[in-house]
Nanobody
């Protein structure tokens, strides 16, 4: 079992930055692939970024490439999503997720946090 708690969301102006953190409890954090997903009102939850257990492999959705960076600290059981050059269309609830497979598909993840709201004003 893994419990995930996100933090760091908030209100920011377009062009600004936010750093989301996800704290994990439970054993063997480094064995989990960690992903970030987001869900805007009225839309399906979509993939944003994923990082392998060792941190050596990372993948991003096309809409965040060059703006967002995913990283993890296995000693601290945390994964972060650094978001720069934010746009109003980035407004969504952001979720971190843990799974055993390196995947961009949300059904591949077994554990989810409660989400943190990110609002980008124009």
């Amino acid at each position: 079992q893994v419990q995930l708690v996100e933090s760091g969301g908030g209100l920011v102006q377009a062009g600004g930055s936010l750093r989301l953190s996800c704290a994990a409890s439970g054993r063997s954090f480094s064995s989990y692939v960690m992903g970030w997903f987001r869900q805007a009102p009225g839309k399906e939850r979509e993939f944003a970024a994923v990082i392998s257990g060792s941190g050596t492999s990372k993948s991003y959705a096309d809409f965040v490439k060059g703006r967002f960076t995913i990283a993890r600290d296995n000693a601290k059981n945390t994964v972060v999503l650094q978001m720069n050059s934010l746009k109003p269309e980035d407004t969504a609830v952001y979720f971190c997720a843990a799974g055993s497979m390196y995947s961009l598909a949300r059904h591949a993840y077994d554990y989810w946090g409660q989400g943190t709201q990110v609002t980008v004003s124009s």
